[in-house]
């Protein structure tokens, strides 16, 4: 079965700094990776995902995840955060071939201090 | 164009009784996903359904089930209430069973007396 590690439970940044969240997975064949948000009071949504290809995928609003296949990992990554990103970040994993059926890390809340 | 709306957005039941929830997806998406969200167990997967057809199941009792009409339009029961199904319950749409990324709807809160 497939399961998804997500390290940091809370984070807490100032403006301007950056962001690395960890995202580790298990499963024996191809998969593909996603990175869901959720802001305050909204529903998730999908910051970028990873199906084949170049393993630097961009996302929305300056975010970037890398797939380092040797590692199981598939870490999200932010040059510079705003007080904005304040959110709940959530890795996932899908089978190949497949968007649904996700696999949900447990989350990590990031906080953005003004 | 409207995103995916569940109904209704808070339910109070008691323990024993059944609920049925309801999602209609995205205009157009054909593919319906419905996941737990709780603090202890965090996102899991309940069911998929695709042209009225259940395609996928995760791991939970025979106590939920669902369904999905010719619209596309999927429902959710969960009989026999029990504590433990305090939860939001969220529904996913996409296109097809394909690549296509899930869209998320707001969710429904399930509060178990």
């Known amino acids: 079965a497939q399961s998804v590690s997500q390290h940091n439970h809370h984070v807490i940044l100032s403006e301007a700094a950056s962001l690395e969240l960890g995202c580790n997975y298990s499963?024996?064949?191809?998969?593909?990776l996603f990175w869901y948000v959720q802001y305050p009071g909204q529903h998730l949504q999908l910051l970028l995902k990873?199906?084949?290809?170049?393993?630097l995928v961009k996302g929305i609003k300056g975010f970037e995840a890398e797939f380092i296949k040797s590692k199981f990992s598939f870490n999200l990554r932010k040059p510079s955060v705003q007080w904005s990103d304040t959110a709940e970040y959530f890795c996932?994993?899908?089978?190949?071939?497949?968007?649904?059926?996700?696999?949900f890390g447990s989350g990590t809340q990031l906080t953005v201090l003004p | 164009k409207a995103g995916v709306t569940q109904t209704p957005r808070y339910l109070i039941k008691t323990r024993g009784q059944q609920v049925t929830l309801s999602c209609s997806p995205i205009?157009?998406?054909?593919?319906v996903s419905w996941y737990q969200q709780t603090p202890g167990q965090g996102l899991q997967f309940l069911f998929e359904?695709?042209?009225?057809?259940?395609?996928n199941k995760g791991n939970f009792p025979g106590r939920f089930s669902g369904r999905q009409f010719s619209n596309s339009r999927s429902e959710m029961n969960v009989s026999t209430l029990e504590l433990g199904d305090s939860a939001l319950y969220l529904c996913?749409?996409?296109?097809?069973?394909?690549?296509?990324?899930?869209?998320f709807g707001d969710g429904t809160r399930l509060s178990i007396l």
């Open positions: 499963y024996g064949g191809t998969v593909n």
């Open positions: 359904y695709f042209s009225e057809t259940q395609r």
């Open positions: 990873y199906f084949s290809g170049d393993p």
């Open positions: 205009s157009g998406h054909r593919s």
């Open positions: 996932a994993v899908a089978a190949p071939g497949s968007a649904r059926q996700l696999t």
């Open positions: 996913a749409s996409s296109l097809d069973p394909s690549n296509q990324p899930q869209h």
